[in-house]
């Protein structure tokens, strides 16, 4: 007997999902279709399909092949019905907000999303007339409180970026569906290999696929999916007439590298919870932040509704941002760069990388001190890894 989706683990949905219907003169990779237009010699069937009667495509904006299989694919590793996709993840979650919020709309989120999705909040929304509360991250009661109040849209991201806090999924998609919300997830952080919000109550699940989900560093993508296709419908429809399309080359990219995801993710966080140990014990290290150490706020949540830690951890270090200036430059397996999710570890301050777009001061507020360092950890050995940060600490400690 063959296996249904539902049967399946992670990792084989990674490397086969979506990709059947899609694979042609007998590739075993799906293609990429860059044809921006897709044409009909039976003008009935250009209109069947036109009008959404019948499948198939009929210009780039709208769909295409090679995005349909990725979408297809995350669609699958998310227990979905329904996926869409955008040219940025910042692309999938204004889209996803903009479709659903109209003026005199109130929305409830959490103080420490991403440095983006906080400047829609703050600078955006408020400009649509739109009434944005944002709670302390991980005070349940507080957003309960809020969302209680009525609110067209419960947004929320767990981890959280930078300092991976959590918040209880399963608690806040009960509190969003009792006043009638639309309740968000951004899952970037945990990927679908270790979270899956929508088995947990939610209505949507986003991601910036440019991070964990392609891994390479090299290709650009957002998505979102969910269990009623009216919802994702709706949102299509806003991207495809505003435009933040996928582009099919990014789109074979981030299929060829989500083949991997379940591989890397193991890897990634074996090196983050020894990252994070290590770290614990430097002496120029005031807080670590990674929600597999137990001394994690909330430990319990994520053990509970996450199958593993994920792969990004942050610190603070004593010296605040002089001493982020002598560290990060020493490293030799790392990246200074505003990225996350590659295979290679990637490093770098939040006032530089997640919250470049907010004041010290507003970084100060979501609890962000200018000596924090996020750092991504990529698939290298453990003990490489161990070692760099060592000499770079060592480094440091003589010249003191
Ligand atoms: N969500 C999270 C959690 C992120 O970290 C980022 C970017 O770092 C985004 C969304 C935005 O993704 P993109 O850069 O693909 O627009």
Redesign the pocket.
């Known amino acids: 007997m063959t296996k249904s989706w539902n049967e399946t683990q992670a990792g084989t949905k990674a490397v086969w999902a979506g990709e059947k219907d899609y694979l042609v003169h007998g590739a075993t990779q799906i293609p990429v279709i860059p044809s921006v237009a897709f044409g009909y010699d039976d003008m009935d069937e250009w209109y069947e399909v036109a009008v959404g009667r019948k499948k198939g495509h009929i210009y780039g904006r709208n769909t295409n092949p090679t995005v349909q299989a990725f979408e297809d694919k995350v669609k699958i590793l998310e227990g979905a019905n329904a996926a869409t996709s955008f040219s940025?993840?910042?692309?999938?979650?204004s889209n996803t907000l903009y479709t659903f919020l109209t003026p005199g709309d109130r929305i409830v989120s959490i103080k420490d999303?991403?440095?983006?999705?906080n400047k829609i909040f703050t600078e955006f929304l408020p400009k649509m007339g739109i009434d944005v509360v944002l709670c302390d991250t991980g005070d349940h009661e507080a957003i309960e409180k809020e969302v209680a109040k009525g609110c067209s849209i419960l947004y929320l991201?767990s981890p959280?970026?930078p300092t991976v806090k959590i918040t209880d999924i399963k608690r806040m998609a009960q509190a969003g569906k009792k006043a009638g919300a639309i309740v968000v997830v951004?899952n970037?952080?945990a990927t679908p290999v270790n979270q899956n919000p929508l088995a947990l109550g939610v209505d949507l699940v986003?991601?910036?696929?440019?991070?964990f989900l392609g891994g390479h560093a090299d290709a650009?993508?957002?998505v979102v999916c969910g269990l009623d296709e009216q919802l994702i419908k709706k949102i299509y429809h806003y991207r495809e007439i505003n435009g933040a399309t996928m582009d099919p080359w990014a789109a074979y990219l981030i299929v060829r590298g989500m083949k991997t995801l379940s591989l890397r993710m193991k890897k990634q966080e074996e090196n983050a919870l020894a990252l994070a140990q290590y770290l614990q014990s430097v002496s120029i290290v005031e807080d670590v932040y990674y929600p597999g150490l137990e001394t994690h706020l909330n430990h319990d949540i994520a053990k509970e509704q996450m199958k593993g830690f994920g792969a990004m951890l942050s610190f603070a270090v004593k010296g605040g941002v002089d001493t982020v200036r002598e560290l990060l430059p020493r490293l030799q397996f790392s990246h200074r760069a505003?990225?996350?999710g590659a295979v290679e570890t990637t490093v770098g301050p939040a006032r530089t990388?997640?919250h470049v777009e907010c004041t010290p001061e507003e970084r100060a507020a979501m609890g962000i001190p200018e000596g924090l360092i996020r750092v991504s950890c990529g698939i290298e050995d453990t003990t490489d890894i161990l070692d760099d940060f060592k000499q770079a600490f060592q480094a440091i400690k003589m010249e003191q």
């Open positions: 940025t993840g910042m692309a999938a979650i999303t991403y440095g983006g999705t991201e959280t970026n951004d970037t952080f986003l991601h910036s696929a440019t991070k650009l993508g957002g505003a990225n996350l990388t997640s």
